[in-house]
């Protein structure tokens, strides 16, 4: 199996920290790829480094498997409540435990060894790709500094998901002082997610303070593919509700839905048992639901002025 800790490089001044974590649904494993190219590249040019860069593992099960998750969505169990309950059900030794649950644990542990190591600002990024093809985007934690950090990535970024998700790794991360921002580098298993995931590790190695711009040459090549794919999308995308669907609901997408849509008022956007499910308005329909697995059929958003 995988290691939790693909990759770690210590500098040899005190300076801030950026954890990069992938595969926090193991069906998406192009964010581990694209630490392990960043990584091995700053150790193959001796890039200097201040401070730490570490890359983890989120769901080593689930990624073994090559599955979004095994027995319930790690991405919702990171909460203080649900780690601490994890950690007394892993204690017990119960015959019967969850797969993410121990996931919850190892996890946990790990960030807790890096954030007790750290000698400065704490920053993270957490990687994902998604099951529709469309425009990588960043999701911005909800203070000044999160806004601040998402400001150095030239990609759309959606204000107020993390509050439509209890449970996901970023918000039990920014609860305890770190700066996060998620990104959603494209489809699964493609390249051009893993390429545009690279792009956002190095802008984050830069605006985290943990490698300066001056010893990445290609800075501004990998800049420049953030912003190529975003395109004419707003800067900012306020999201307003999210629609949730279970196994019973029999919810299917209609497809030709990207990832960032600009959809018309009344446009059929879903069925599922009840009948059609329409756009309540002119809006930005966020994230549609092409596999199996998950429980967020859609989102729905609009532009944001900044």
Do not use: W
Request: net charge negative.
């Amino acid at each position: 199996m995988t290691p939790r800790e693909v990759n770690r490089i210590t500098g040899t001044e005190a300076g801030p920290t950026l954890i990069i974590v992938g595969a926090m649904h193991g069906n998406e494993p192009a964010g581990i790829e694209a630490a392990r190219i960043v990584l091995s590249r700053l150790r193959h040019d001796a890039t200097p480094v201040r401070g730490e860069v570490v890359a983890l593992v989120g769901n080593l099960r689930a990624l073994a498997a090559r599955r979004r998750y095994l027995a319930c969505d790690l991405n919702r169990q990171f909460t203080e409540e649900r780690v601490r309950a994890a950690r007394q059900a892993v204690a017990r030794a119960d015959a019967e435990i969850d797969a993410e649950l121990h996931e919850t644990v190892e996890l946990a542990d790990a960030l807790d060894a890096v954030l007790k190591r750290a000698t400065g600002p704490v920053y993270a990024l957490d990687l994902h790709t998604t099951s529709a093809d469309g425009t990588p985007f960043g999701v911005v934690g909800p203070t000044a500094s999160h806004r601040e950090f998402a400001s150095h990535f030239a990609l759309p970024c959606l204000v107020g998901l993390e509050a439509e998700l209890p449970g996901v790794l970023t918000g039990y991360l920014g609860q305890r002082g770190v700066v996060t921002f998620a990104v959603e580098g494209g489809q699964h298993d493609s390249a051009r997610a893993r390429d545009q995931l690279v792009a956002a590790i190095y802008v984050g190695l830069t605006a985290a303070g943990v490698v300066a711009e001056t010893d990445l040459p290609d800075i501004g090549a990998q800049n420049a593919i953030l912003s190529a794919a975003r395109g004419d999308l707003p800067r900012l995308i306020e999201v307003l509700s999210r629609h949730a669907v279970t196994p019973e609901h029999g919810f299917a997408m209609e497809p030709g839905f990207s990832t960032i849509h600009p959809t018309r008022a009344g446009t059929l956007i879903a069925r599922d048992k009840r009948g059609e499910i329409r756009a309540p308005a002119d809006c930005l329909v966020l994230l549609p639901l092409y596999q199996a697995q998950g429980s967020d059929g859609f989102f729905v958003g609009r532009p944001l002025v900044a």
